[in-house]
């Protein structure tokens, strides 16, 4: 029996032992339980708190992305309107300068018309002119050959004349005698 006593207190130590040993680790179960329940609602509160933020986030990346898509159309917008209106004032510009040069050209081709005209007329007078000249020169030869001819004429008188009066004389002479 001395082995019984022997081996029964620790026996019964073991058994306390075991039991308390149990216990606690039924007791640190739970509060790991607790812990890992405490920790999961901590972690739910912090995914729920972390969702909120990133949704909160999300609105304002979508707020801003819509702002900066909002001022990129008014950019658009404002360059759109300024290119028409630089295509209006050029297109305006060039229907004034095709205007202005469809003046000047109906100027040009009114201009030229007179040119043309004025030598024409100029070559009409040269014409004239020269036409006048030539019957001016040809009044002067004719009058020139109508002096020869008087004088021709005159000296042909006075040579008959001349010839007559000596055949006078000499017929009176031949009768006086």
Do not use: C, G
Not at 22 to 49: D, G, L, P, S
Not at 78 to 83: L, M, Y
Not at 104 to 133: F, H
Request: net charge positive; proline share 1%.
């Amino acid at each position: 029996m001395k082995r019984l006593i022997i081996v029964i207190p620790p026996v019964i130590l073991f058994a306390i032992f075991v039991f308390f040993y149990n216990t606690h680790v039924e007791q640190m179960r739970i509060t790991e339980e607790q812990k890992k329940e405490v920790a999961k609602q901590e972690a739910a509160k912090e995914e729920a708190r972390k969702k909120k933020l990133q949704e909160e986030a999300e609105r304002e990346a979508l707020r801003q992305k819509e702002e900066r898509r909002l001022a990129v159309e008014k950019a658009k917008e404002e360059e759109r309107n300024k290119k028409e209106e630089a295509e209006r004032k050029v297109i305006a510009e060039t229907e004034a300068a095709n205007a202005q040069s469809k003046k000047l050209q109906a100027q040009i081709i009114k201009l030229q018309n007179d040119i043309q005209s004025v030598r024409a007329a100029r070559d009409k007078a040269q014409a004239e002119a020269m036409e006048t000249r030539l019957d001016l020169e040809k009044a002067r030869i004719d009058k020139r050959n109508a002096e020869f001819e008087i004088q021709r004429f005159t000296d042909m008188l006075a040579t008959r004349m001349a010839q007559s009066q000596a055949l006078t004389n000499e017929v009176i002479a031949s009768k006086k005698r």
